[in-house]
């Protein structure tokens, strides 16, 4: 009856150890495939994460600098723009010479703001634009009321006064405007303020 037992215990326990020695081995060799296949999938995934930090790293770096300059042509265009059609004139510089300056500095400004839009979300780029197509109207209607003129002449069509407060009314409120946009862009204020 001893032998019986044994053999029982050989028959039950020796295929038991073997099933369960095996299934051990397989687990530990899955657990290690599936330990190397996360080891890889998550040195791809820093490798992405770096390239893709790089890359918005260059991007945000040009944006910033397209932001800065366009901001200081407007800023140069409006000063240059404001002396052109200012009520009070000082004297100095030549009318022509003013709308010269005022014309080339705004040609300046416009084919910068034009040639790198595409760094700008749509809607600061819409605000942008149509500070840059105000300061043009300015220029349009003060060159409309000084036409011809080699120095400044009272205007009888209102068009000078009419630049003078386009640019002295409307244009700062969308000055602001545009800068807070700016500022959200490049991280200086919170977007949901």
Same mark, same amino acid.
């Given at each position: 009856?001893?032998?019986?037992?044994?053999?029982?215990?050989g028959l039950i326990v020796t295929p038991v150890v073997v099933v369960g020695a095996v299934a051990w081995i397989l687990r530990e060799l899955i657990s290690q495939g599936f330990k190397r296949d996360l080891q890889?999938?998550?040195?791809?995934?820093?490798?992405?994460?770096?390239?893709?930090r790089q890359k918005f790293s260059v991007i945000h770096q040009r944006q910033a600098e397209v932001i800065a300059n366009i901001y200081g042509k407007i800023a140069r265009a409006k000063a240059v723009t404001a002396d052109l059609v200012g009520i009070f004139q000082q004297g100095g510089?030549?009318?022509?010479?003013?709308?010269?300056?005022?014309?080339? @500095?705004y040609n300046d400004m416009s084919a910068y703001f034009f040639e790198n839009r595409i760094f700008l979300p749509r809607?600061?780029?819409?605000?942008?634009?149509?500070?840059v197509m105000? @300061?043009?109207?300015?220029?349009?209607?003060?060159?409309?009321?000084q036409l011809g003129n080699k120095e400044y002449r009272p205007?009888?069509?209102?068009?000078?006064?009419?630049?003078?407060?386009?640019l002295r009314d409307d244009i700062p409120p969308l000055l602001d405007d545009?800068?807070?946009?700016?500022?959200?862009?490049?991280g200086f204020i919170e977007s949901n303020s």
């Open positions: 009856m001893e032998n019986y037992w044994q053999q029982l215990i890889k999938y998550k040195f791809d995934l820093e490798n992405q994460n770096f390239i893709l510089q030549s009318l022509p010479d003013k709308k010269k300056k005022a014309s080339d @500095i809607k600061t780029a819409e605000k942008t634009e149509k500070i105000g @300061i043009r109207d300015v220029l349009i209607e003060f060159d409309t009321a205007d009888s069509t209102g068009l000078w006064v009419q630049a003078y407060k386009k545009l800068e807070d946009d700016f500022k959200k862009i490049l």
